[in-house]
Structures are given as C-alpha cells and as structure tokens.
Nanobody, 124 residues
Framework: VQLQASGGGLVQAGGSLRLSCAAS????????VGWFRQAPGKEREFVAA????????WYADSVKGRFTISRDNAKNTVYLQMNSLKPEDTAVYYC??????????????????WGQGTQVTVSS
C-alpha cells in the first residue's frame, strides 16, 4: 500500500482546508486510515481515524466538532475536512494506514504504512 497526502496550505484562522489521502496498491488489505499531525518541537499526535469500510470514525478531543474524516470508496481516498481552523492546528499532517484489525486507533504505533506529510499553516 502507498499513501499520498495532499491539500495542505496557508489559511487564516477560522478558515477551512480539506486534506486528501489517496491509497494505491493493495487497498483491499487496509483496515483503517488515520491522520496524525506534528507541530514544530512537539511529538506527533493523533487527529482522526476511519475504518476502511467508513462505518466507524474516531477523533481527538481537540478537533471534535471542527474536523470530519470521510472516505470515497471509488477513489480509494480518505479526506479530512478541517473547519474553524485555529493557529494551534498548524502542523505537518500525515496519513497512515494499517493492514490488520486493532481496537487502538489513536496510537501511531498501530499503523504500519505512512504517507509523506502535508503542511498546514493557520495564521492568526
């Protein structure tokens, strides 16, 4: 499986961005896709995750009500719609996937494939 993240950019506080994570290769082997982010000087943290069927989603408390994760079956793509962005959302965003079932969705160690990051910068 290969993952390609895109959609980052510069936006003012209160604005919106939509990140995309396009999966290719053995996509039928994917169980879940997660988004993580890493701000300068900080550890990478969980943002959101979705089961590959799209039936289950999980969010970090810091983004609940502002971010929405979804997937497009036909395009093998997972989206992260980010609304009401805040300067503290500034980070490099990474998408990840795993090829096995697990009840842990917020730990980066539970994902085995990572895409390159995409920079999101929110100005105040």
């Amino acid at each position: 499986v290969q993952l390609q993240a895109s959609g980052g950019g510069l936006v003012q506080a209160g604005g919106s961005l939509r990140l995309s994570c396009a999966a290719s290769g053995r996509t039928l082997s994917i169980y879940a896709v997660g988004w993580f982010r890493q701000a300068p000087g900080k550890e990478r943290e969980f943002v959101a995750a979705i089961s590959w069927s799209g039936s289950s989603t999980w969010y970090a408390d810091s983004v609940k009500g502002r971010f929405t994760i979804s997937r497009d079956n036909a395009k093998n793509t997972v989206y992260l719609q980010m609304n009401s962005l805040k300067p503290e959302d500034t980070a490099v965003y990474y998408c990840s996937s795993r090829g096995y079932f697990s009840t842990t969705y917020s730990s980066e160690g539970s994902y085995d494939t990572w895409g390159q990051g995409t920079q999101v910068t929110v100005s105040s």
